[in-house]
């Protein structure tokens, strides 16, 4: 006799960046392993990738392809699978600045939303006759990076989110060029001009939860969470 098959709930989510409808389910014993063992591994490359086939995984709605994410739609699909899966409530140690004592807050992860910033735009003139349009870092694309080398690491990511490169007469699509061709353009770039795509990094939608509380000294303070490490480094529980 064959041993009776374990039923899931379904839920929905919106993705952020395509507001694309995606059915997906919890994860299960399986994938918190996987999780954990990104996790040991203490290598973001392998952390992205562990999340990535984990969502992978989960995700019930066809065609649905997570190397298409963008970076910010990956931190909030996790925010919520991890919601539906464990629990949406979350405890953090904060340690106060002002009364230097620590603090245990809960953020109910299922509020968590993507801040969205009127002033991003990836439309990015260059001269009077070039511009460039940009696309979202993929979570891959980021976990590509390389930090150790520094400033290298800013050229790269750049050249990476660079979709498409237009002047007056033609469009010329960034796929097409080399790795090699596409940094020479971006070298080339006045200083001007890259403070104008580093706004477009800046300005992307973003996670986003207030924490509010009272510290000892009657003072109310805030903590803005915007990135997925404010939340958890893979874990449950994060204590700055």
């Keep these: ?73 990956l931190e909030y699909f996790f925010v919520k699978l991890r919601s539906k899966s464990i629990g949406n409530i979350i405890t953090l140690t904060y340690r106060d600045l002002e009364d230097n004592k620590k603090y245990d807050v809960e953020v109910n992860l299922d509020d968590v939303i993507i801040k969205e910033n009127e002033e991003h ?36 990511i750049v050249g990476a989110c660079i979709d498409q490169i237009y002047d007056e007469d033609t469009v010329y699509n960034v796929s097409d060029y080399t790795k090699e061709e596409v940094d020479e353009f971006v070298s080339q770039l006045s200083v001007e001009a890259f403070e104008k795509i580093q706004k477009f990094f800046e300005t992307m939608p973003k996670l986003h939860y207030d ?15 915007s990135t997925l490490s ?11």
């Excluded at 003139?125 to 400033?151: E, F, N, V, W, Y």
């Excluded at 404010?230 to 700055?240: E, H, K, R």
């Design 1 to 73: 006799m064959a041993l009776p098959k374990i039923s899931y709930p379904i839920y929905d989510l919106v993705l952020p960046s395509t507001k694309q409808p995606i059915k997906f389910r919890p994860f299960l014993v399986k994938e918190e392993k996987i999780l954990l063992m990104a996790q040991s591994g203490k290598d973001t490359k392998e952390m992205v990738n562990g999340i990535k086939q984990v969502i992978n995984n989960c995700i019930l709605t066809d065609g649905v392809n997570v190397e298409n994410f963008s970076s910010f739609d």
């Design 121 to 156: 735009n990836n439309k990015v003139q260059i001269t009077d006759s070039i511009g460039i349009l940009l696309r979202h870092p993929t979570p891959s694309a980021a976990a590509l990076i390389d930090m150790d080398k520094g400033t290298d690491a800013v050229f790269d």
């Design 211 to 225: 924490i509010k509380y009272i510290n000892s000294l009657g003072n109310e303070k805030i903590i803005t969470l």
């Design 230 to 240: 404010d939340f958890f480094t893979l874990g449950w529980v994060i204590v700055p």
